[in-house]
């Protein structure tokens, strides 16, 4: 079975550009969830979007929004980004099903850097 | 609200010997779900074990094993026979019984191996 792809890889932004990261769970995986990483503050959840809706948000402003679809791909969209921003964004996939045994395979990552 | 403590910022360990990583948790939940991860410098998240709570043996998979202690609230990652390639980040996380699919991370552990 194939992993979780994130595409890009790599992103170099300026500040108050958009940004679009995509993500492709896992052949099954209905969950797809988005993971901030930064030296700071760590690993913070972004939200969870299962079978095409939002069913799970993290403490992050409006300014990160995403979504789902049919096929259970995600996408993540940062909009007037901001040097903060600048971090490695991780996509992680489940079936979504199995309650607090649901097991989250993560992707590569898509590092981006806010110039 | 759950939260994960690891109090080990760096460890050390020669190749071949076994090396423990810390990990806390605290959680009302009743039912929830503890996961380690391993990120090497290249940044993917590798799944390594999980435990859930109401499981009584300990997790194993391959030279991993989690020490669940449940009344200590506490899930520590055993490494038997390490390798060079165990250096990396591991990461100590849980998930809760509402909310979703959210993942709480702890801070990690930078691993290294030496000869």
């Known amino acids: 079975k194939a992993g979780v792809t994130q595409t890009p890889r790599y992103l170099i932004k300026t500040r108050g550009q958009q940004v679009t990261l995509s993500c492709s769970p896992i052949?099954?995986?209905?969950?797809v969830s988005w993971y901030q990483q930064t030296p700071g503050q760590g690993l913070q959840f972004l939200f969870e979007?299962?079978?095409?809706?939002?069913?799970n948000k993290g403490n992050f402003p409006g300014r990160f929004s995403g979504r789902q679809f049919s096929n259970s791909r995600s996408e993540m969209n940062v909009s007037t980004l901001e040097l903060g921003d600048s971090a490695l964004y991780l996509c992680a996939s489940s079936s979504g099903l199995a309650g607090p045994t649901d097991t989250q395979y993560f992707g590569p990552g898509t590092r981006l850097t806010v110039l | 609200a759950q939260k994960i403590t690891q109090t080990q910022p760096g460890m050390f360990v020669q190749e071949k010997e076994a090396v423990t990583l810390d990990c806390t948790y605290d959680?009302?939940?009743?039912?929830?779900?503890l996961f380690w991860y391993k990120q090497p410098s290249s940044g993917e998240m590798i799944f390594l074990i999980y435990?859930?709570?109401?499981?009584?043996q300990n997790a194993t998979e391959g030279r991993y094993s989690l020490n669940f202690q449940k009344a200590r609230k506490s899930a520590n990652l055993v490494i038997s026979a390490s390798q060079l390639g165990d250096s990396a980040m591991y990461f100590c996380?849980?998930?809760?019984?509402?909310?979703?699919?959210?993942?709480?991370f702890g801070t990690g552990t930078q691993l290294k191996v030496e000869l």
């Open positions: 996380a849980m998930r809760g019984n509402g909310g979703g699919n959210k993942l709480t």
């Open positions: 052949s099954g995986h209905r969950s």
């Open positions: 959680t009302s939940d009743q039912s929830y779900g």
């Open positions: 979007y299962f079978s095409e809706t939002q069913r």
């Open positions: 435990q859930g709570s109401y499981d009584e």
